[in-house]
């Protein structure tokens, strides 16, 4: 079955450590995002991607950073610049860019202790 | 100018109830805009999503609602069901140009509750 891979779900780290979130996708799709959740704020853009070797900024960058070597790969790191990481991170894809259906990963639940 | 916001942020609903979950958005560029529902422990999905060239879209028990001139748009979850417990998100992208095209920007999030 096709689907975004996300691992791990949960994760802890202690403060001032570096945390990398894997996300792998088999559905051919060619752009890739990041968002984090919190409660009452939603979904904020991290970064997207939508080529192999090229990402953008979303609207919350500071402190993460990404890479996108692959197609199927696009793994978020969160550095300890991040000042506030504990979160719901969630990866998701979609065919192309412009408007269309993101399809998103179950999600992986880091806290920072 | 980017913000969508959504009310409320917790419903609750008896069962066959109506839910309404309700959206605005200040930037004019916008001219997507889907529903996402989001059961607890993963990812949202998309639900339904309507363009500004129509005021109304049904799928099923699910209704978009639009008012392009008042910058507004809402979900109604007829015969709303104890299965439709879930977190609703409203989204809105902008059409072609410029490097934000085709970033959703969400709005905060309905928690949604049926009672059986």
């Known amino acids: 079955d096709g689907g975004i891979t996300q691992s791990p779900k949960y994760l802890f780290r202690k403060e001032g450590q570096n945390v990398t979130l894997s996300c792998e996708q088999n559905?051919?799709?060619?752009?890739m995002y990041w968002y984090r959740q919190d409660p009452g704020q939603g979904l904020r853009l991290i970064y997207y991607s939508q080529i192999v070797n090229d990402f953008q900024k979303g609207d919350i960058a500071e402190g993460y950073s990404v890479s996108r070597e692959k197609k199927e790969s696009f793994p978020l790191t969160v550095t300890s610049a991040q000042k506030n990481p504990t979160a719901f991170y969630l990866c998701?894809?979609?065919?192309?860019?412009?408007?269309?259906?993101?399809?998103f990963g179950e999600g992986s639940r880091l806290t920072v202790l | 100018q980017q913000q969508v916001k959504q009310s409320p942020q917790s419903l609750i609903v008896q069962k066959g109830g109506i839910s309404i979950i309700n959206c605005a958005y200040e930037?004019?560029?916008?001219?997507?805009f889907p529903w996402y529902q989001q059961f607890p422990g993963k990812g949202p999905a998309l639900l339904i999503a309507i363009r500004p060239d129509v005021s109304e879209k049904k799928e099923g028990r699910f209704t978009i609602s639009f008012n392009k001139s008042a910058k507004q748009f809402s979900l109604h979850i007829m015969d709303s069901q104890p299965g439709d417990s879930a977190t609703y998100f409203c989204?809105?992208?902008?059409?072609?140009?410029?490097?934000?095209?085709?970033?959703?920007?969400f709005g905060q999030g309905t928690i949604l509750t049926v009672h059986p």
């Open positions: 989204a809105a992208s902008r059409r072609a140009g410029g490097t934000s095209y085709g970033k959703l920007t």
């Open positions: 559905l051919n799709h060619d752009a």
């Open positions: 998701a894809s979609s065919r192309g860019t412009g408007p269309r259906e993101l399809f």
């Open positions: 930037n004019t560029a916008f001219d997507y």
